[in-house]
């Protein structure tokens, strides 16, 4: 979903060409926009430059939800990757979150290690779902104080091992990898989100549908959080 970012956007498809593996050759790969009414010359780029791409210009800024359900029914494949025009894409990341989900069929959402311009992780990326009291230590700032505490930094799960994949409760829209099965049954995005809190809704009903959603810190991209 594009929405202004056209520098960021451009390297963002960049990435995705540059590191689409040559081994996935036989397999068909596409990328869907839909513009959110930029102002900033994004259509004339993606136009111009992406001239392959699959791009629906919308006439107003119809939000993250609308935009990603209006995408997804032009897509065609088997499985679907939600992510952020301001993320850069590193080699191996697709093909290896695509091969999870191919040999891991109790899954359907995958993310990766999605890491920020100072090189932490973005910490939305790994979440737990919010309860009265998770939500009253991650404000309460005790998540920082004792980072890998099981009880007071169960909002970010980070008593988890960071290094090794594991399932987690929710992902961020950033970088979201979902087999079309699940989000046809789940009729995707609730589109009531205009903003924030739709990619945790889908990965709640992911899991209370019975599946898991897992993290895997082998791979990762670069989110440049906040300019989208």
């Known amino acids: 979903v594009s929405f202004n970012t056209r520098e960021l956007l451009s390297a963002c498809l960049g990435s995705l060409y540059e590191n689409y593996s040559p081994r996935f050759a036989n397999k068909e790969f596409e990328v869907v926009i839909v513009d959110n009414q930029s102002s900033d010359g994004s259509v004339r780029m993606i136009e111009q430059d992406f001239p392959q791409i699959k791009l629906i210009k919308n006439s107003a800024n119809v939000g993250f939800a609308v935009a990603n359900n209006q995408g997804v029914k032009l897509a065609k494949g088997e499985y679907i990757l939600f992510l952020n025009p301001d993320t850069e894409v590193h080699a191996v990341t697709l093909g290896?979150?695509?091969?999870?989900?191919?040999?891991?069929?109790?899954?359907?959402?995958?993310?990766?290690?999605?890491?920020?311009?100072?090189?932490?992780?973005?910490?939305?990326?790994?979440?737990?779902?919010?309860?009265?009291?998770?939500?009253?230590?991650?404000?309460?700032?005790?998540?920082?104080?004792?980072?890998?505490?099981?009880?007071?930094?169960?909002?970010?799960?980070?008593?988890?091992?960071?290094?090794?994949p594991h399932e987690i409760d929710a992902c961020a829209g950033a970088f979201l990898m979902i087999r079309r099965s699940a989000g046809e049954q789940l009729n995707w995005f609730d589109e009531d989100y205009f903003w924030y809190g739709d990619d945790l809704d889908l990965c709640y009903r992911v899991k209370k549908a019975g599946y898991k959603v897992m993290y895997l810190p082998e791979v990762e991209i670069l989110h440049h959080k906040g300019a989208a």
């Open 96 to 164: 290896h979150v695509l091969d999870f989900l191919e040999s891991h069929k109790d899954v359907d959402i995958a993310t990766c290690r999605v890491v920020l311009p100072n090189g932490k992780l973005d910490d939305a990326s790994h979440r737990g779902f919010p309860t009265p009291w998770r939500a009253l230590t991650h404000f309460a700032g005790l998540g920082k104080i004792f980072p890998t505490s099981l009880l007071f930094n169960g909002y970010h799960l980070g008593y988890q091992n960071m290094d090794k």
